[in-house]
Nanobody, 121 residues
Framework: VQLQASGGGLVQAGGSLRLACAAS?????MGWFRQAPGKEREFVAA???????TYADSAKGRFTISRDNAKNTGYLQMTSLKPEDTAVYYC???????????????????WGQGTLVTVSS
């Protein structure tokens, strides 16, 4: 399975972006992670096959993860963006129906190439 992330770009603080992650085949749990310059990759949000969601504290109230199982596509709607949200955003997916800890990278089997989000102040 291959993942293709898209939707990144340059946006002003307070603006919104929607990222998409298209999978070439069926996947189960899907997640979004991000990596800012000079920092480690960190968890942002995850969604199970049935639609259950998990968010990092930094994303709660501002980001919404969703998916369209018929299209094998996941989405990350980001609002009220801040300069500290600037990062390369990676989507990830699992081939297992249940994921114990969706905030952990090793739970995922497939990774997209990343899409850059830049938030200007």
């Amino acid at each position: 399975v291959q993942l293709q992330a898209s939707g990144g770009g340059l946006v002003q603080a307070g603006g919104s972006l929607r990222l998409a992650c298209a999978a070439s085949g069926r996947t189960y749990a899907m997640g979004w992670f991000r990596q800012a310059p000079g920092k480690e990759r960190e968890f942002v949000a995850a969604i199970s096959w049935s639609g259950g969601t998990t968010y990092a504290d930094s994303a709660k109230g501002r980001f919404t993860i969703s998916r369209d199982n018929a299209k094998n596509t996941g989405y990350l709607q980001m609002t009220s963006l801040k300069p500290e949200d600037t990062a390369v955003y990676y989507c990830a997916a699992s081939r297992r129906l249940r994921v114990q800890s969706p905030e952990i990278m090793r739970e995922y089997d497939y990774w997209g190439q990343g899409t850059l989000v830049t938030v200007s102040s």
